[in-house]
Structures are given as structure tokens and as C-alpha cells.
């Protein structure tokens, strides 16, 4: 009797074990990291509710136990626009999109090439998680035959308690250029919150396209830390502020770059948040 009561708690482990590498559910929270540094300290920084994914999750989500078709989970939307673009599958893939998306869809994607270019891709993996509202930032790599990893992420809304693919948030959205900027693109390990004494800061919600100000860094909200070196515009800080997220919105280079003073204006004009992350960004869409 013992021995078939080991045999039990043998299995129930090993179950356990198994739903633990496949958990899809990471434990999402506000963690702060820099944007733009100045000999060494932060002067512009975000933080935003994201987190990495356990590794190993890719076209193993379809045995997945959640995999029901009801997209209650936005990751399976990830394997099922995998498999319909590998399939050149138009039809089956606007299913995957929003209403507002599904009537662009067409002209958005050559489905023929598409199809052709995911021939070259075994697999993918998630990568990271962010959210902001109604919208999720999924960021994951293609795996193609050699075994290299691509680059990729999709946007996706919840509508009803279903999740949807979208093309409808803005490239220039204040939640793009934060997250495409978030430590979690590029690696899994945990990272430390930036300190960010001394530094102001300002809260944002979304509400549906838009974001509102909020008194406090709620979970889910997101989150700007700056500091104003130098006041060249005679503007009260507030109003600089509002020039900031005006300028980051509309993916203003120059606007942005004119509220820095001299010093600074070099070093920004080489940062990556306006060189290589904004036109990353760019190319996955």
C-alpha cells in the first residue's frame, strides 16, 4: 500500500513539475529602468508592469491545457499567428485581429511572402510581458533552422475578456517607446529598480488609445522619473513635462532634444532610445 502511495506522489510531482515549466502566467509587476543617463546618474527614466516568461514556451503551447480556442490568454494568439503565417492562411489569421485590424489586414500583410519568410522559422519563444490597460506587448524570438534567434513582438487588446491582435495602437504611443526600451526585450534575468531619488515623477493610466495622469504608481500603471538639469525655456517644470510626453508621442526627435540644454543635447541625439529602439520598433510593425 506504502509503495503505491510513493508511485502517486511520484506522479503528482512530476505533474507539477510539468505545469510549472509551462506556466504562461508570469508574476507581472513596476520595475524601474533607465532611459537616458548623464555622466552616469538618470535624468529620464520608466517603469511599467512587465516580466519575463520561464524559458522552453513555443509551439508547445498547443498541448497546453488552456489552449481551448477561447484566447482568454494572450499568448496563444503568438502560436496561432505563427501557424497561420507559416500557412499563408489570410483567412484563418484575421480571425486573430481586432475588427478595426481585420478590415486593413490585407493590405497590411502580403500573406504570400509572409508565408515564404516563416518557411525559415522551426519555432518561436516568448521572451516578456507588458501591459498597460486593455493592451499587451508580447516580445518573443523566432527560432529558425539554424537555431538563431529573430526579434519579434505583437501587440494585442482585450475586448470581452477575449484577446485580440491589433494594429490599432499608435507607433508613437507613450507605451510603445517605454516598453521597447524595457530590460526584459532583450533578457530574462531579473534586474534592480532603478533608484530614482531626487528625481520627479508623474503616473499614467490608460484609457482606451489614450493615457490620464493617476496620483500614484498603481499596478498596472506606468511610469516617467525625470529631472530638469537646466531651465533654458522659462517654463514652469510641469509644462516641460507635458512638452516631453507631447514630443514622445509624436516621435518628435527634434522637439524632444530642444528641451535638453547644450550639454546634453549630443548625448541624446546618440541615444539609443531615439536611434536603435524607436527604429526597431518600427520594423516589427
Known amino acids: 500500500m506504502k509503495s503505491i502511495q510513493n508511485i502517486i506522489l511520484i506522479i503528482m510531482l512530476l505533474f507539477s513539475a510539468g505545469v510549472k515549466a509551462q506556466n504562461i502566467d508570469p ?28 524559458a522552453g514556451i513555443g509551439l508547445n503551447l498547443m498541448e497546453h491545457p488552456l489552449n481551448n480556442g477561447s484566447f482568454r490568454n494572450p499568448e496563444f494568439l503568438v502560436l496561432y499567428h505563427f501557424l497561420f503565417m507559416r500557412e499563408g492562411n489570410l483567412g484563418e489569421l484575421e480571425q486573430l485581429y481586432d475588427p478595426e485590424t481585420q478590415e486593413e489586414l490585407g493590405n497590411i500583410i502580403d500573406i504570400d511572402q509572409a508565408a515564404e519568410a516563416y518557411a525559415d522559422f522551426k519555432n518561436f519563444e516568448l521572451l516578456s510581458k507588458a501591459l498597460f490597460g486593455e493592451y499587451v506587448r508580447l516580445r518573443y524570438n523566432f527560432i529558425n533552422q539554424e537555431d538563431q534567434p529573430i526579434p519579434w513582438v505583437l501587440i494585442a487588446r482585450q475586448i470581452e475578456g477575449r ?4 494594429e490599432s495602437l499608435p507607433i508613437e504611443h507613450l507605451f510603445i517607446d517605454v516598453s521597447s526600451v524595457n530590460p526584459y526585450n532583450y533578457s530574462r534575468e531579473e534586474f534592480e529598480n532603478l533608484n530614482v531619488a531626487g528625481l520627479n515623477q508623474v503616473f499614467f493610466e490608460a484609457s482606451g488609445l489614450e493615457f490620464i495622469r493617476v496620483p500614484d504608481n498603481d499596478p498596472g500603471s506606468l511610469g516617467i522619473y525625470y529631472r530638469i538639469e537646466k531651465q533654458t525655456t522659462g517654463k514652469p ?4 513635462l507635458y512638452d516631453m510626453v507631447e514630443s514622445l508621442r509624436d516621435t518628435s526627435n527634434a522637439r524632444f532634444i530642444d528641451l535638453w540644454d547644450g550639454r546634453n543635447r549630443q548625448k541624446l541625439r546618440s541615444s539609443k532610445f531615439y536611434t536603435y529602439q524607436i527604429e526597431v520598433q518600427r520594423d516589427f510593425y
Do not use: C, F, H, M
Not at 27 to 53: C, F, H, M, R, T
Not at 237 to 240: K, Q
Open 163 to 166: 484577446w485580440y491582435l491589433t
Open 27 to 54: 508574476d507581472l509587476q513596476n520595475k524601474i529602468y533607465p532611459l537616458l543617463e548623464n555622466n552616469g546618474e538618470p535624468v529620464l527614466a520608466a517603469s511599467e508592469y512587465a516580466a519575463p516568461y520561464a
Open 237 to 240: 517644470a510641469r509644462e516641460l
